[in-house]
């Protein structure tokens, strides 16, 4: 099963979609969460000799262009986990589950071209299932959603910042990159995170045992088998897996987390229909993904 690259994208899949179980399960709050896993990540990154070399190769321009989108995928999971944290698990991966429609939208804004019909429909199409998951859900959680809708907006403007990037450097190398950015300023605004009721704090025993699950199980191995599975398979069967991460994390937290009570029908229906406009969108365009780390 582990030589079967649908198992392995499948497998990546299922666990990206813990990271949002674990941003659940773990007690700290968004900015001291998102500042510790990039910082394990880039510790483990650094520690791989190869990456040093591939890092000298880079030219300037691109060292730059990954810098931004590292600062843009840093707080795209500032967000993110901000919204786990406000409202649930479940409802911050509908919300990322958007990041296609948006940039649908944004792309041709972005290189000043014409929008494509077929894509503002896909948008058309996944706001009805908007407005049920805002119906399916309490008051208490439109903080969360709003949230998770900054998310997938940030998602989508990653996205489209590594489109080229991704073409001319390492995944790898371009990953620690990414991570050592968001390091950098996150450790940077230390003093400022008490302004957004976030002071440092060091991981509890527990909550650094999910971290180091978080950033090892669900951020470099299934990066590092996504591009295994992607030598075999074509990058848009990897983009269809890639968009039924939402579904994984809804049936985990569900199970996991019992958040299936929290929610009524209309929330699953909305699901419903945004995940059917997102992969019939997919189905049009059948081009290279830069699948976003959730």
């Given at each position: 099963?582990?030589?079967?690259?649908?198992?392995?994208i499948h497998l990546c899949v299922l666990l990206w979609g813990f990271t949002a179980i674990l941003g659940k399960l773990i007690t700290?709050?968004?900015?001291?969460?998102?500042?510790?896993?990039?910082?394990?990540?880039?510790?483990c990154l650094f520690a791989w000799w190869p990456v040093w070399r591939q890092l000298a190769g880079m030219t300037r321009r691109d060292?730059?262009?990954?810098?931004?989108?590292?600062?843009?995928?840093?707080?795209?999971?500032?967000?993110?986990?901000?919204?786990?944290?406000?409202?649930?698990?479940?409802?911050?991966?509908?919300?990322?589950?958007?990041?296609?429609?948006?940039?649908?939208?944004?792309?041709?804004?972005?290189?000043?071209?014409s929008f494509v019909p077929r894509d503002l429909l896909s948008a058309v199409i996944a706001l009805p299932g908007v407005a049920l998951?805002?119906?399916?859900?309490?008051?208490?959680?439109?903080?969360?959603?709003?949230?998770?809708?900054?998310?997938?907006?940030?998602?989508?403007?990653?996205?489209?910042?590594?489109?080229?990037?991704?073409?001319?450097?390492?995944?790898?190398?371009?990953?620690?990159?990414?991570?050592?950015?968001?390091?950098?300023?996150?450790?940077?605004?230390?003093?400022?995170?008490?302004?957004?009721?976030?002071?440092?704090?060091?991981?509890?025993?527990?909550?650094?045992?999910?971290?180091?699950?978080?950033?090892?199980?669900?951020?470099?191995?299934?990066?590092?088998?996504?591009?295994?599975?992607?030598?075999?398979?074509?990058?848009?069967?990897?983009?269809?897996?890639?968009?039924?991460?939402?579904?994984?994390?809804?049936?985990?937290?569900?199970?996991?987390?019992?958040?299936?009570?929290?929610?009524?029908?209309?929330?699953?229906?909305?699901?419903?229909?945004?995940?059917?406009?997102?992969?019939?969108?997919?189905?049009?365009?059948?081009?290279?993904?830069?699948?976003?780390?959730?």
């Open positions: 099963m582990v030589r079967n690259p649908y198992f392995l700290l709050s968004a900015i001291p969460l998102v500042f510790w896993r990039v910082l394990i990540v880039s510790v060292l730059g262009i990954a810098v931004i989108n590292g600062m843009v995928i840093t707080v795209h999971w500032l967000f993110f986990y901000g919204a786990i944290k406000a409202a649930n698990a479940s409802v911050a991966a509908t919300c990322l589950a958007l990041a296609p429609v948006f940039l649908s939208i944004i792309e041709p804004l972005w290189r000043k071209q998951v805002v119906g399916g859900i309490s008051a208490g959680m439109l903080t969360g959603l709003f949230y998770g809708v900054m998310a997938a907006i940030l998602a989508a403007v990653f996205s489209l910042i590594s489109k080229g990037l991704a073409m001319r450097v390492p995944a790898l190398c371009l990953t620690t990159v990414q991570m050592t950015t968001g390091t950098v300023m996150l450790g940077v605004l230390i003093p400022f995170w008490s302004f957004f009721g976030d002071g440092f704090s060091l991981p509890l025993q527990a909550d650094l045992f999910w971290l180091v699950i978080l950033a090892i199980a669900c951020t470099l191995v299934p990066f590092t088998l996504t591009n295994v599975a992607l030598q075999k398979i074509s990058a848009f069967s990897v983009q269809l897996a890639v968009n039924l991460e939402p579904v994984y994390t809804i049936l985990l937290a569900a199970v996991i987390l019992g958040e299936g009570a929290e929610l009524g029908w209309t929330f699953y229906a909305g699901v419903a229909l945004i995940l059917g406009a997102v992969l019939w969108h997919a189905r049009l365009h059948r081009q290279t993904p830069v699948p976003v780390p959730a």
